[in-house]
C-alpha cells in the first residue's frame, strides 16, 4: 500500500513526501528531509499527515503530533470546562478517543488561562496527557456572551458568569490557547448565521481572513512550532461557492497545518451543508487535514467524510447522554420511553462499549426516570463509544476501498425506523 | 489468634462454635456441625459472623454470606435507587464497599418491586453480584412520602413521586425486600422523634416490636433462608435505657440474623447518641453483628465501633461528594472554598484513591465552582474510598489490639483544624 506523508514548514510553505506506509498505521518519516532534520535534532513529529487510503473523497489517516497520534476520519469530543461531561478522561481515551477539544471562551474565564497556565497547563489540570485542540473563543463569543462589541480589532464582551469585561482579538485568543497548553490552536474567526445577507457573510468572511492573517503571526511570534503545536485556519463564506473560494486561497496564502470548515452546522440543515461541503472540501489543499466544526449526527459524519472530512467535534454525543438519548447502529433511542421500562437487552446488541456489557436498557430508562447521575454517565459513555466505533468502522471501509458501499448500508440500518 | 464463628438457626435458637481463625480472614467452618451440614449439601453458608479480634467494646469481624463476605466494621455506601449516585458499581467495590445499602420505600414507587423481580432481582439490575442489605422501608415512608396514616397494621401513604396510593405493612416490606433480593433483610420498624414524650416512644417501640415478630413469621413463610437471606431485628427506644432493654429482650425472644440500633442519628446529636449506645450495644447479643442505622460521620463511626458496632450505613459521602465537600484524615473540606482554587496538591496525600492520585485540589475547586458532573464523580469516589480506608483502619487497629490509642491519634488529627 502507498500512503502519503505531508509535513508542514514554518510559515506555511508545504512539502509533500512519498513513502511506504508502516504495516501498524504508524506515519512513515524516513524519506522526508524534514523528518531527517527532526530526527537529528532529537525531536519527535510536531505535526505529519499522512493519508493511508482513500475512497472517492473520504481518506483514512493518521496525524502525528508529539502527544500522540490522531486517526482520521477523527471525532473530537468536546470537554468544554476542562471536562468531557460526566467522563473520566481514561474512559474518554477507552472509547477510543485520540484527541479531545476544549473550549477557549469557557476557559479563559473559568480558571482563567494564566491560572492554568500556572498549574502547568490544561492536559496536567484534567489528566488528558494527549492532544487537544481549542477553538479560537470567536464563535461562543457571540453565542453565549452578553453585550458583544464588535470591531476591526477585536470582540469585547461581557462574560455570562459574571459580568465581567473582556476582550478577545486575534492576538489574545492565540495568547490564551497557548497559555491552555493546545496541541491544535485554531485561529481567530468571526461566524456569522448562514441567513445573513450575502454581503454581510463577505465582509465578516474577509474580517476573519484578515485575522487569520494576524492569528497565523501572533503563533509564530509565541514559539508555536517550536511548543510542538500546530496551527489551524478556518475557511468561512457560509453557503456560497465563491466566497468559500476565496476565503480558501486566502488561508492558503498563509499556510497552516490544518483547515477548519468554520459556519456550518448553524441551522442550515443537512443538504445545504452537503451541498456546500461538495465544493468547500476541494478548496482545500488535499495535503492538510479538514476539519468540520461542530458537526454532528452520526449521518451527518458519513456523509461529510465521503466528501472529504477528516476531523469533526461535536456535543451530541455528550448533551444527548444526559439527556437520555443513545445513538445505536439502528438509529437513536429516547430511554425515556416507557417500552424500555422492562426491556432486558443491552442499549445496542453489535456496541462493544462497558454500558452494552453491563447494563439493561430497563435499567438505563430507570436511571434516566430518576434523574440518576448514573444514567447520564453510561448513556455519555456508549454514545462517545459508539461515536468512536463509528468513525472506526469508516476508516476500515476507506481502508478496504468499500466507503460507498458502506455507507449506504449503514445509513439503510440508522434509518430503519 | 483465636475467633469465633456465630451461625444462625432456622427461628433463632443460636449455636457458637470456637474455631482456629484463617491467616486470609476466611471464616473457619470446619468444627460446626451446622458447616458440615451445609458443606455435605453442597451449600455455601447463608450467615455466619465470626469475630477475630476485640478491644474492649470493639471488635473485627467477618460476615460470610453466599454472595460474599463482609469485612466488619463495614460500611455500606448508600444505593437509593438501585445506585449509589454518581458511582459506577465496579468503582462502589473497588473502593473497599462489600455491601450496599438500597431503600425499598424508593424501589418499591420505582422501578417497582415486581418489576425488579420479573427483571431477575436488584443485583443484576444494577450490575452489583454482592450483598445487598434493603432498609424495611418504615423509616423513609414517616419522611418522605404524603399523607401517611399509621395504623397497627402498617401505613398508608402517597407516593412523593406521583401521589399514587400505597400500604407498607410488616408482611409488605418483608415481601418487597424478598421480591428486590435482598441478602439482608430489615424487619419493618417505626421510628418516632427522639423528643417525642417518652409515652409515645414507648407506644411506638412496642408498635415495632409486633411488627418485628410479624417480620419474622413472613420472612420465615418465604423461604428467605432457603434464599440464602438474613434477618436484621431493630431496636427502638430513643435514648431511653429502660426502653432499648425491653426491645433488646423482645428482639432476643424472637430471634435475627443480627441487631439493628434504630431511632438515632435523628437529631440527637453526638453525646446523647454515644450515651445511648454505651447501653444499648450491651444490651443486644454478643453473637450477632449490631448495626447503627443512618451513621456517620467520621468520628461518629470511630466512637461507635468503640461502642460495638459492627455496620453502618449513611449517605453522608456521597451526598457530601455531591456538594463541594470532601473528607481527609485532616478533617472534612470544602473544595468551593477559594483558598484551593491554585492548590497543586492533592485532596489527602495520606489517600489511595483514584482521585488523590490523578487530581488536584484546584482542579476540583474548578469542577465544583463549574457544577460539573465529574466533581461530584471524584469526589463520591474519594469520600466512599475514604470512609473504606477509615473501617480498614479501625479493623486494623482493633486486630493489633491498639484501638483506644488509634482511634485518639485520628481523632487529634481530623480535628487539628
Known sequence: ????????????????????????????????????????AGMS????????????????????????EIRTPAFMPVGTAAT???????????????????????????????RLARLGGLHRFMNWPRPILTDSGGYQVMSLAKLRRLTEEGVEFRSHLDGSRHMLTAERSIAIQRMIGADIVMAFDECPRADRPLAEIEASMELSMRWARRSRAAFD?????????ALFGIQQGALDE????????????VGFDGYAIGGLAVGEGQEAMF??????????????PRYLMGVGKPDDLVGAVGR????????????????????????????????????AGPL????????????????????????EMLGAMLLTEHNLAFYQQLMAAMRGAIERGIFTDWAAGFLRDYNAR
Chains 1, 2 share one sequence.
Open 84 to 114: 468531557v461531561k460526566a467522563m473520566k478522561p481514561q474512559a474518554v481515551r477507552a472509547s477510543g478517543a485520540d484527541i479531545i477539544l476544549a473550549n477557549t471562551y469557557h476557559l479563559m474565564l473559568r480558571p482563567g488561562a494564566e
Open 221 to 229: 511570534e509565541s514559539g508555536g512550532e517550536d511548543a510542538g503545536a
Open 242 to 253: 465563491g466566497l468559500r473560494r476565496r476565503s480558501a486561497d486566502a488561508l492558503r496564502a
Open 308 to 343: 472529504g472530512v477528516d476531523m469533526f467535534d461535536c456535543v451530541l454525543p455528550t448533551r444527548s447522554g444526559r439527556n437520555g438519548q443513545a445513538f445505536t447502529w439502528g438509529g437513536p433511542l429516547n430511554l425515556r420511553n416507557a417500552r424500555f421500562a422492562e426491556d
Open 45 to 68: 513529529t510536531r505535526f505529519a499527515f499522512t493519508v493511508h487510503a482513500s475512497n472517492g473523497m473520504a481518506r483514512a489517516g493518521t496525524i502525528a503530533m508529539r502527544r500522540g
Open 1 to 40: 500500500m502507498i500512503s502519503y506523508t505531508y509535513m508542514t514548514c514554518r510559515m506555511g510553505a508545504w512539502k509533500a513526501a512519498l513513502s511506504a506506509a508502516t504495516t501498524d498505521g504508524h506515519s512513515p518519516l524516513r524519506s522526508t528531509g524534514q523528518a531527517l532534520r527532526l530526527s537529528a
Open 348 to 371: 445496542d446488541p453489535r456496541c462493544a462499549c462497558p454500558t452494552c456489557a453491563d447494563y439493561s436498557r430497563a435499567y438505563l430508562h430507570h436511571l434516566t426516570k430518576a434523574g
Open 275 to 288: 451541498a456546500t461541503l461538495d465544493f468547500a472540501g476541494c478548496q482545500l489543499p488535499a495535503e492538510a
